[in-house]
């Protein structure tokens, strides 16, 4: 006959038993569980890969080489432009349509009730089937925290006057922001931004550039940032100057765009004093594709 003590002992071990088989069960569910938690985040980026659409590339129409057909172009306004009728016909936008490009981002700086009646007549003469991306006051933080010469309040009240404009057109329209803001004593990427009340925008955009040719991977801490909008990202400008490296580059920057962006443009221009980013044959082919 078995001692009692021996009895509890055999009754612990029974318990230690189907706690570890009930643990080892949980373990195994878990385990289940994780792995098909990770299949369908693989499925879903999957299906997020198939369902993007093809990131396009182009370039401002300020300098654009004569001929150049990209797939976007950037069209500028400057202030005070619209104080006086402007025509889609004729203009270096109008060449690129005919020339086969379908899609443009429209920077304007103007506000007043006048002008807006004159930009919304512009707008009407674009043609029915040409995609506009309209925007104000592209890279607003170089004139409010380093040039402190625009406010961040009116920057937001012009903002809400320009968008309807656009959009009761049925074009897009957001904001296109410096891609690295000024702290005053330092440039930082992704951080800083002015950001205006993005009701019924339909993108969120910076303009960056990588004078030191350090490559794209520099630009990251915006995308990571601009994830939080849920909006497409637009590239209005980037760059990297003309020399050896300049097609390399542009053909690692669009890949690299090619995977986070919808719309990424050239900056194919120099200023006096600027470095030259005008874009060499080569650079054209691996950028435009």
């Not at 950001?195 to 520099?218: H, Q, R, V």
Request: aromatic letters at 12%; glycine letters at 8%; charged letters at 20%.
């Amino acid at each position: 006959m078995t001692a009692p003590a021996d009895n509890s002992a055999l009754l612990q071990a029974a318990d230690d038993i189907r706690a570890y088989e009930y643990a080892r069960g949980q373990d195994s569910r878990q385990a289940d569980l994780d792995a098909a938690q990770a299949t369908i985040a693989d499925l879903r980026a999957q299906l997020a890969a198939l369902t993007k659409p093809a990131t396009l590339f182009g370039v401002n129409l300020a300098n654009a080489t004569p001929g150049l057909v990209p797939a976007v172009a950037r069209i500028y306004f400057a202030g005070g432009d619209f104080d006086e009728t402007q025509t889609w016909a004729g203009s270096k936008a109008a060449a690129a349509y005919d020339a086969g490009t379908r899609t443009f981002v429209i920077s304007v700086k103007d506000y007043t009730d006048a002008q807006m009646v004159r930009l919304g007549a512009y707008l009407d003469t674009v043609p029915d089937d040409a995609v506009i991306l309209g925007c104000h006051w592209h890279e607003m933080e170089d004139d409010i925290l380093r040039k402190q010469t625009l406010t961040a309040e009116a920057y937001r009240t012009r903002f809400e006057v320009v968008k309807p404009v656009f959009r009761s057109r049925g074009h897009g329209f957001g904001p296109i922001h410096n891609g690295m803001t000024w702290t005053g004593s330092k440039w930082v990427w992704g951080s800083g931004y002015v950001e205006p009340d993005l009701t019924d925008c339909t993108f969120w955009g910076f303009d960056c550039y990588d004078p030191n040719s350090k490559g794209p991977t520099l630009f990251q801490p915006v995308v990571d940032y601009a994830s939080q909008h849920g909006l497409p990202l637009v590239v209005g400008e980037t760059a990297t100057p003309a020399g050896t490296g300049q097609a390399a580059w542009a053909t690692e920057a669009r890949a690299w765009f090619a995977e986070r962006v919808a719309v990424a443009c050239w900056w194919h221009q120099q200023f006096a004093g600027k470095p030259d980013y005008v874009m060499s044959a080569e650079t054209q082919a691996a950028w435009l594709g």
